[in-house]
């Protein structure tokens, strides 16, 4: 049964591109075959409960803008259960498989640590019935350790240990949830895990504390058998000035530094990515290029805004690029497309967040689309290819796989007489290409 909240009562259908419909899928097509694998397989579409039933539409300037019911029931945890039917009711009705959340946004905190486990467990049973019922799954579950004014000088670097041993056992506890839910990752992002000024931080100490944290994180998943992988998800900057894991080559170090490249990814956001100075598909290729690529919050940043604008991602070519990086790194594992993005604080209606879902599944459909045909059609990969086509010979191989030193390569150069011959990067030739694609 559905409730009074959306408009819309019927799940939305794949009617193709030339549907006249206010709401239907023009390019997401779930068993729509894309490279030996249908497109629901490719994706692993999550929803987002903070941003999909938790945002009431504030801004630093203003208050709630929608009105939601459950925001103002002054029962916190009738306003948790409805939350959750809501969101059974919006996967069902987008044909998403997946969802996420921090354990913060499915039940109220209570008055101690104590009570808020029990709330999080208590939502978790019903999460269990409907998920088993509708045959939903739980992409992720990480712990909100920004939101309460404890977490104001860090999570796990904190300089007071107690807010450390806080977060052991606030995370502990939903690992264990995450684990009962059967969740394909678990994720960490550390948005307090920075400083705001050097004056009163101590960097290396702060540095040493986050990575013990993560290392027993990693330990405690193993000692309850919980397989997915600890995503962690990098972020330069807000709402700490200076984060941490500030982009996919800063986590490497520290996922490297522990020897932990086999529990360990990234879930790569397209805001944060541009917020570190990178373009969404540099932050993709180098995850994968680095073997720690795992999955993708889905959105787009403003490009003239300095901040999280976590706007639905529209834009077809930038998708395009994304998939195509995607694709070439072999497509998800156990990660996926989670929607951590927002309808803008004007749209009150909630069917807006049906058109805002729909509408992106579209631009990613349609990334993947053009994706396919650019690496099914090779003639972009024939060029990449024949660009370093020379280092496939024996003497060149040579130097890669360690059989030439400084002093060797530098007599065959004397004795050959090398002198490299610059070639076209014919970049504008290329972009043609990809353009007609588009
Ligand atoms: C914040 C952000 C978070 C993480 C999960 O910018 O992206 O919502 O995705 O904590
Ligand atoms: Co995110």
């Known amino acids: 049964m559905m409730t009074e909240f959306y408009s819309r009562k019927e799940p939305v259908r794949y009617e193709g591109p030339d549907s006249t419909s206010d709401l239907a899928f023009r390019w997401y097509n779930p068993d729509q075959k894309v490279m030996g694998k249908t497109m629901r397989e490719h994706m692993r579409f999550a929803v987002a409960y903070w941003h999909t039933l938790c945002w009431p539409g504030t801004d630093p300037f203003g208050g709630d803008t929608f009105m939601r019911r459950w925001h103002h029931l002054g029962d916190e945890m009738a306003a948790a259960r409805m939350k959750a039917d809501l ?171 522990l020897g932990l490249k086999e529990d360990v990814k990234v879930n790569i956001e397209q805001n944060h990515a541009i917020l570190a100075g990178h373009t969404f598909e540099h932050e993709i290729a180098l995850a994968a290029a680095l073997g720690i690529f795992g999955g993708i919050d889905i959105n787009r940043g403003d490009y003239q805004s300095g901040w999280d604008t976590d706007q639905f991602a529209m834009n077809v070519p930038e998708m395009s690029l994304a998939f195509l990086e995607i694709l070439k790194a072999g497509g998800f594992t156990t990660g996926g497309l989670n929607f951590d993005a927002k309808i803008r604080r004007q749209s009150i209606d909630p069917d807006d967040i049906l058109h805002a879902h729909v509408g992106s599944m579209d631009a990613c459909a349609r990334g993947l689309l053009i994706a396919a045909k650019i690496l099914e059609e090779g003639k972009l990969g024939r060029i990449v290819s024949e660009r370093y086509a020379k280092w496939s010979e024996p003497k060149n191989r040579a130097m890669l796989e360690g059989r030439e030193t400084l002093e060797s390569i530098a007599a065959r150069v004397h004795a050959e007489g090398i002198e490299p011959q610059p070639k076209s990067g014919q970049q504008e030739r290329i972009e043609n290409l990809l353009n007609s694609y588009i």
């Not at 996967?91 to 709330?119: Q, R, T, V, W, Y």
């Open 87 to 257: 969101m059974f009711e919006t996967l069902e009705l987008l044909g998403i498989d997946f969802f996420c959340f921090h354990d913060l946004d499915i039940a109220p905190e209570g008055k101690s640590l104590k009570e808020f486990n029990a709330n999080v467990t208590e939502i978790a049973k019903v999460f269990e019935k409907k998920m088993a019922a509708k045959n939903k799954k739980l992409l992720w579950g990480t712990a909100n350790m920004f939101s309460n004014r404890r977490f104001m000088a860090g999570a796990a670097t904190n300089p007071d240990p107690d807010v450390f041993a806080y977060c052991a056992a606030q995370v502990k506890h939903c690992l264990d949830v995450t684990k009962d839910l059967d969740g394909a990752n678990y994720v960490m992002w550390g948005g307090r895990e920075g400083y705001e000024t050097l004056v009163n931080t101590n960097i290396g100490q702060e540095l040493e504390q986050a990575k013990r944290f993560l290392a027993m994180v990693v330990e405690y998943k193993h000692r309850i058998g919980f397989k997915g992988p600890i995503l962690i998800e990098p972020k330069p900057q807000e709402p700490t000035k200076h984060q941490y894991d500030y982009d996919v080559a800063t986590v490497f170090a520290t996922i490297n530094a």
